[in-house]
């Protein structure tokens, strides 16, 4: 599962196939398939374990099982592409590599 996060607003939405948006507009992504995403530049994506989440949330009644795993998503991985003004591809080491 991936969630944005503005760093403006510090607003969380959970991406979707719809193109979803901060409170404030200024952070955007969408699903352009069940893995893959495309966000916008000044986006963090969050993600979460799906199975880790899962069995969180079954043990919900008994706060000393609860251990979901999350991080925040480094963009130079392969699922997300950053779209900018100069067009949409990845990031790595600082350095933008447009798609092709």
């Known amino acids: ?7 403006k607003c ?6 979707g196939n ?18 893959n995403a495309i966000v916008s530049e000044n986006c963090l994506v969050i993600g979460i374990g799906n199975a880790s989440f899962q069995e969180s949330y079954k043990s919900r009644d008994d706060i000393s099982k609860i251990n979901m795993k999350a991080w925040i998503m480094p963009t130079y ?3 997300i592409k950053v779209a900018t003004e100069s067009g949409i591809g990845t990031f790595h080491n600082g350095n933008m590599r447009n798609s092709k």
């Open 18 to 35: 719809e193109k979803t948006f901060c409170k404030c507009g200024d952070v955007w992504g969408q699903y352009t398939d069940n893995i």
């Open 77 to 79: 991985v392969s699922s």
């Open 1 to 7: 599962m991936k969630l944005l996060y503005c760093q």
């Open 10 to 15: 510090q607003d969380v939405r959970k991406l």
